[in-house]
């Protein structure tokens, strides 16, 4: 049985297992917890109280005109069964009061997205794959005038212990 939750408290680490699944440098999956903790708002799919995440989505807002949706993941195993749709309708419930809500992705996913009430359009996008696996941090030092990556473990401004892969 499949649970939907808005709430990551209670979820582990060893609970987010086997996600961004073909990335070079994914994210561990403490690095996830804390991305879904950081979001402004999140939907995960459990399997029954207290089993392991099997999908999951999150926005970030300015809770007043615009919402931007990142990243949405079913483990492959859970994939076909509906589950990113009801995460996606769920997520969209819940931005609802916004003017605009966004998201990118590859042209194959877009009838997806179309399905769930969304248009097509037309967008930009940077990435830094050096940060893709969120593992370090980036601190400036005073006297410097870019910054620079350092292990989470040397805890620099920002960085949080256990980033770690």
Known sequence: MIIYTDDPSGTEPAQLRGFFEGWPDPPSPMTHLRLLRASDAIMLAKEAPGGQVVGFATAIT?????????????LPSHQGRGIGSELIERL???LDHLYMIDLLCD???QPFYERLGMRRATGMMMRNYGRQSGGKCHVTDPGMTSPVAVPSDS?????????QK
Do not use: F, H, N
């Not at 919402?67 to 993941?73: A, D, F, K, Q, V």
């Not at 805890?155 to 980033?163: E, P, T």
């Open 92 to 94: 969209l419930r819940k």
């Open 107 to 109: 042209p194959d996913l």
């Open 62 to 74: 300015d809770g007043v005109l615009t919402g931007y949706i990142p990243l949405l993941e079913v």
């Open 155 to 163: 805890l620099g401004s920002g960085c949080v212990a256990g980033d």
